[in-house]
């Protein structure tokens, strides 16, 4: 998959027809490989969504809106990662890029299977090109009722929105960022899931309640950054392991005395995907399996 996404790759190739060729190649392997190995192929796509040509970006796009309708976990799980890369280009210049791109924004966001934040994913959307529909978007988020068990996926939907509304000045935007935060946590079983918030939300607010003079807001945001802190604590006892370190640890419990030799391809590629599940925390025991 390398070969074909690099930078100079078959899918950047000039002639249509062998880029629609090994497009199809890409889908074949989406359709087949491992779900859990998903993520690493991610990484690849990634590359051909950040082109400097356009070309490469629609089949980037194509496998993304292809995942999230046949593969839908892997796309779920790797929101807080694919949001981004399929964001940036709902601002292109290229009608067909901004087009498929709004519409592959709307499938991954539907994968989240959070029917709370199902009403705004159109409105979140939005917000991304229309920096003006962002305090509409807060303020009705903020009047939500959220009854669902939130998980990863729904945070790392509205994690985008929430850091353009800490950035405007409105104390009173701030205080209803932190209301939102505060009332999503309080649904958050597993603090795995919180984890979405803590890199960017949890500085994003702290920074916010030091600008508050507002004695009211400035509890608001007070209340959800000890929720977020509480599980940035829970998760210390979450360490993520880099591929060679599993790979050691594979090796140190497999190879012995009368045992073949493990195939040093095959080893890389499961400790790189045992590395991604650790990474999203991903620990159930039929995806190790």
């Given at each position: 998959m390398n070969s074909i996404c690099s930078e100079d790759g078959y899918?950047?190739?000039?002639?249509?027809?062998?880029?629609?060729?090994?497009?199809?190649?890409?889908?074949?392997?989406?359709?087949?490989?491992?779900?859990?190995?998903?993520?690493?192929?991610?990484?690849?796509?990634?590359?051909?969504?950040?082109?400097?040509?356009w070309e490469p970006q629609y089949y980037g796009l194509k496998c993304i809106l292809h995942l999230s309708t046949n593969?839908?976990?892997?796309?779920?799980?790797?929101?807080?990662e694919v949001i981004p890369h399929v964001s940036d280009l709902m601002?292109?210049?290229?009608?067909?890029?901004?087009?498929?791109?709004?519409?592959?924004?709307?499938?991954?966001?539907?994968?989240?299977?959070?029917?709370?934040?199902?009403?705004?994913?159109?409105?979140?959307?939005?917000?991304?090109?229309?920096?003006?529909?962002?305090?509409n978007c807060v303020h009705a988020l903020a009047s939500t009722v959220?009854?669902?068990?939130?998980?990863?996926?729904?945070?790392?939907?509205?994690?985008?929105?929430?850091?353009?509304g800490l950035k405007e000045n409105k104390i009173a935007m701030k205080r209803k960022v932190a209301s939102i935060v505060a009332n999503m946590l309080v649904l958050v079983d597993n603090p795995c899931d919180g984890a979405t918030f803590i890199d960017r939300v949890l500085p994003g607010l702290d920074k916010a309640k030091d600008m508050i003079t507002d004695f009211e807001a400035k509890g608001v945001v007070e209340k959800a950054l000890i929720d977020l802190n509480n599980i940035s604590n829970q998760l210390l006892e979450y360490k993520s392991l880099t591929p060679?370190?599993?790979?050691?640890i594979i090796q140190k419990e497999c190879c012995f005395e009368n045992v073949i030799d493990l195939d040093s391809k095959m080893m890389d590629y499961i400790s790189t995907m045992c590395s991604h599940l650790i990474s999203q925390r991903l620990f159930d025991k039929n995806a190790w399996e």
């Open positions: 899918i950047s190739n000039k002639n249509r027809n062998v880029r629609e060729f090994y497009f199809d190649i890409m889908i074949d392997i989406l359709d087949h490989i491992n779900s859990n190995a998903i993520t690493l192929i991610l990484q690849d796509i990634y590359k051909i969504l950040n082109h400097r040509r593969r839908v976990n892997s796309i779920t799980r790797n929101l807080q601002v292109s210049s290229k009608q067909d890029i901004s087009e498929l791109s709004k519409e592959t924004m709307y499938a991954i966001c539907k994968t989240s299977g959070n029917k709370d934040i199902e009403p705004f994913i159109e409105q979140i959307i939005k917000s991304v090109i229309l920096p003006e529909e962002v305090s959220f009854v669902q068990k939130v998980e990863a996926p729904a945070l790392a939907i509205v994690e985008p929105l929430l850091m353009r060679e370190l599993v790979l050691k």
